[in-house]
């Protein structure tokens, strides 16, 4: 009896990648299936950058809540409490608040922000100048009503005697004893008291405190934002004081806005938030 030939309708047998490729989709499904809905959510609602912010001298969180709160659309803002606040008071040295702000972030690279901005008012904005002078791994800083400044304070003598005894301290080993300096804040003067090693972290009119070096010493170029006022008492020192001396970016902006050293972030809000939006 002949065998007859296959039709040319019948049905083909499975080829054997054909069936591994089916067997991938299905193992994929199911994986997509058992992920966890919390972790879709949570992936959906991060937003595309984080704002690390900082207060001014002798104030505190709170004084930034309602700036923070505005940013909150376009950027997530974590406020932190420095060492130069005033319930702190020169509490840690200038590297170990630096050490504070990388510990945070660290932990919003942790949480899966894709940019991660240091920013302040005032004292916050010249910490987050050295940030990026000594540590310099954040994607971008905001630089608000710019302040401190050692080195005009050393050159017109307040707490020069002062700084120069903590420097001779530390050199012999004694930096943990304590002195006491008469600040200065926009004005207004307050003695503080500290060990002779945090103050000259802070009061070294070549340190830390020096925004023009720090600025010009950023690990790598990223976008700047700096906001000054034109009552501001830095305003006529122009972009030449420190602006100009940043690592060049496209996104980078000198912004002057109508406004005084203090209110100097809530009159900027709506310039910050484009600017904010420019990074994405």
Known sequence: MKTLATPVHAPLRQHPISALARLGRWLTLALVLAWPASAWLQTAATPACALVLMHGKWGGPQGLALFASKLEPACHVVLLEMPWSGRRAYDQPYPMALKEISARVQTLRGQG????????????????????????????????????????????????????????????????????????????????????????????????????????????????????????????????????????????????VDAGHGNTPEVATAGVIEWLKGLE
């Open 113 to 256: 922000y894709r940019q991660v901005l240091v920013g302040g008012q005032s004292f916050g904005t010249n910490a987050a100048l050295a940030y990026m002078a000594e540590v310099g791994d954040a994607d971008g800083v905001l630089a608000l009503a710019p302040g401190h400044s050692p080195r005009v304070m050393y050159q017109q003598g307040m707490g020069r005697a002062e700084v120069d005894q903590a420097r001779t301290l530390v050199a012999a080993g004694q930096g943990a004893q304590a002195l006491t300096i008469n600040d200065m804040n926009q004005g207004r003067r307050r003695n503080m008291t500290m060990s002779a090693e945090t103050l000259l972290s802070y009061f070294d009119p070549d340190g830390l405190g020096h925004m023009p070096k720090t600025s010009a010493n950023f690990k790598k170029a990223v976008p700047v934002l700096w906001v000054i006022g034109t009552q501001d008492p830095l305003y006529p020192a122009g972009e030449a004081f420190a602006f100009a001396k940043l690592p060049a970016h496209a996104k980078s902006r000198y912004l002057v």
